[in-house]
């Protein structure tokens, strides 16, 4: 078996504030590729409905009140001035 020689390694622990920094990058860009595209692929699609009101018998999986989703258009509009569309 051979023997490997293994070198100190240094790495500088994330103080709390960038450690949070970092997770809410992480949370928005998440969002905004699984959540927000993936709906506006949707509706776009018309697989997903945007409708005025909510009623009981809607599903949250493919029905959006519109109120909501001009909500999320603005969400994402934050999170592309931030970070950028890719």
């Given at each position: 078996m051979k023997?490997?020689?293994l070198t100190p390694?240094?790495?500088k622990l994330r103080n709390i504030k960038s450690a949070l920094e970092a997770?809410?990058?992480f949370c928005d860009k998440v969002w905004y590729n699984r959540c927000y595209l993936v709906l506006k692929e949707g509706i776009k699609n018309g697989e997903h409905l945007l409708v005025d009101?909510?009623?009981?018998e809607y599903s949250?999986?493919?029905v959006t009140k519109k109120s909501i989703?001009?909500?999320a258009i603005k969400s994402a509009k934050r999170?592309?001035?931030?970070?950028g569309k890719k």
């Open positions: 023997k490997i020689k390694m240094e790495s997770e809410g990058e009101n909510w009623k009981p949250t999986q493919d989703w001009r909500g999170v592309e001035k931030e970070y």
